[in-house]
């Protein structure tokens, strides 16, 4: 009965170190060595492509200072999981049409233009949604945001501070997402 208690306790204190260190281990590739921040602590730099294929920098986004609100997705025609969830999140923007300051972006990663166009064909987008669509084919997901699997969404306030990342499809019509979305503009507002 002895040597049953002490295999199950340094099992326990085994698991328990190795997640300890896992989890240091994890937090120390979200610091930059320069600083105690985490990497997308402010939205970064980046440049992505129209579907008519010009470059679309995101600060252009904040350049007149209205927008309050910026919410990035990544997502692709080739992710099952992305196409369950658009419709939701189509449905979702379309409840903010009428909030100025708040602009969704929706960047389709390593995609190819044509079956974007077919599979956007297909749903019913808002017509006055606050909706910018855009490409990825030059991995800038993945160089500067960190991102490496999709759906992924990011949110950033009006002076670009990052207030949450969804890793994942998300259940975009669930109340819990319109209320934290609420939270969010006011927080954002009060930076201003």
């Known amino acids: 009965m002895f040597l049953r208690v002490v295999v199950i306790f340094s099992v326990m204190a085994v698991t328990s170190l190795y ?17 105690s921040e985490s990497v997308l602590a402010k939205l970064p730099t980046a440049v992505f492509e129209t579907f008519e294929q010009k470059p679309f920098p995101l600060d252009d986004l904040f350049t007149d200072g209205s927008l309050k609100l910026l ?16 419709p939701k999140l189509l449905t ?21 233009l044509i079956k974007i ?6 749903q019913k987008i808002p017509k006055d949604a606050p909706i910018i669509w855009l490409l990825d084919n ?25 207030l949450k ?6 259940e975009w019509n669930k109340g819990m997402f319109f209320q ?13």
């Not at 997640?19 to 979200?30: A, G, H, N």
């Not at 990342?165 to 998300?170: L, S």
């Open 138 to 162: 030059q991995d800038v997901h993945k160089d500067v945001f960190g991102t490496i699997r999709v759906p992924e969404t990011y949110v950033f306030s009006s002076d670009k501070t990052t």
């Open 165 to 170: 990342k969804y890793v994942g499809p998300q």
């Open 19 to 35: 997640v300890f260190w896992q989890k240091k281990s994890f937090e120390s590739q979200l610091v930059s060595s320069s600083k």
């Open 180 to 192: 934290t979305f609420d939270e969010f503009l006011q927080i954002s507002t009060t930076k201003l």
């Open 71 to 86: 919410v990035v997705h990544y997502w692709g025609t080739w992710c099952a999981p992305c196409e369950a969830e658009l």
């Open 92 to 112: 979702f923007i379309d409840s903010f049409k009428d909030k100025p300051g708040v602009k969704f972006v929706l960047i389709a990663v390593n995609d190819d």
């Open 117 to 122: 166009q077919k599979h956007l064909k297909a």
